[in-house]
T-cell receptor, first 114, second 109 residues
Framework: KAGVTQTPRYLIKTRGQQVTLSCSPISGHRSVSWYQQTPGQGLQFLFEYFSETQRNKGNFPGRFSGRQFSNSRSEMNVSTLELGDSALYLC?????????????FGSGTQLSVL | QKEVEQNSGPLSVPEGAIASLNCTYSDRGSQSFFWYRQYSGKSPELIMSIYSNGDKEDGRFTAQLNKASQYVSLLIRDSQPSDSATYLCAVHNNNDMRFGAGTRLTVKP
């Protein structure tokens, strides 16, 4: 099976712009979660989608949004970028069916906001 | 109080020694517990999962869970330089997974 695919691998944007990141989960996985990783804060949960519905959301401002398509692929959008949004954005997929689910991570998108 | 807490380290152990990594969590309703390993510049990968109190062994790795104390640990026996990485504790409840900030482990030859 192919792993979790995230595109693009690197992004450079300027303040005020918006960005869209993409994630294709492992075939058959219905859940996609998004995380922000920074050296100081570690992995911070953004949101999780399951069967095209946002099932849970972390403590991030409304500038961060996402969606999931019928093929389980997911996109994350950040509007009005700020310098503090510079981070590694990781997507993780899982079957999503139980509390015992294990996450499989993509390689991430490294976003730099100048 | 953070939901999942770990000592950030760095933790340094000599090759062949036992490395002990600890994690505490705040939500008593947490159901599942995981340890992920993240090499520098790479994404996290799952190495252990544990769901009930007690010990779970897998090769050189042993995960320990004590729900009464809200405590999870990971022991790495016969540590190797290739074990040098950041270890992330993750706790699952209410449909989402929360991670600790990670403990950086260095195994010195």
């Amino acid at each position: 099976k192919a792993g979790v695919t995230q595109t693009p691998r690197y992004l450079i944007k300027t303040r005020g712009q918006q960005v869209t990141l993409s994630c294709s989960p492992i075939s058959g996985h219905r859940s996609v979660s998004w995380y922000q990783q920074t050296p100081g804060q570690g992995l911070q949960f953004l949101f999780e989608y399951f069967s095209e519905t946002q099932r849970n959301k972390g403590n991030f401002p409304g500038r961060f949004s996402g969606r999931q398509f019928s093929n389980s692929r997911s996109e994350m959008n950040v509007s009005t970028l700020e310098l503090g949004d510079s981070a590694l954005y990781l997507c993780a997929s899982s079957d999503g069916g139980s509390a015992n689910e294990k996450l499989f991570f993509g390689s991430g998108t490294q976003l730099s906001v100048l | 109080q953070k939901e999942v807490e770990q000592n950030s380290g760095p933790l340094s152990v000599p090759e062949g020694a036992i490395a002990s990594l600890n994690c505490t969590y705040s939500d008593r309703g947490s159901q599942s517990f995981f340890w992920y390993r993240q090499y520098s510049g790479k994404s996290p990968e799952l190495i252990m999962s544990i769901y009930s109190n007690g010990d779970k062994e897998d090769g050189r790795f042993t995960a320990q869970l004590n729900k009464a104390s809200q405590y999870v640990s990971l022991l790495i026996r016969d540590s190797q330089p290739s074990d040098s990485a950041t270890y992330l504790c993750a706790v699952h409840n209410n449909n989402d997974m929360r991670f600790g900030a990670g403990t950086r482990l260095t195994v010195k030859p």
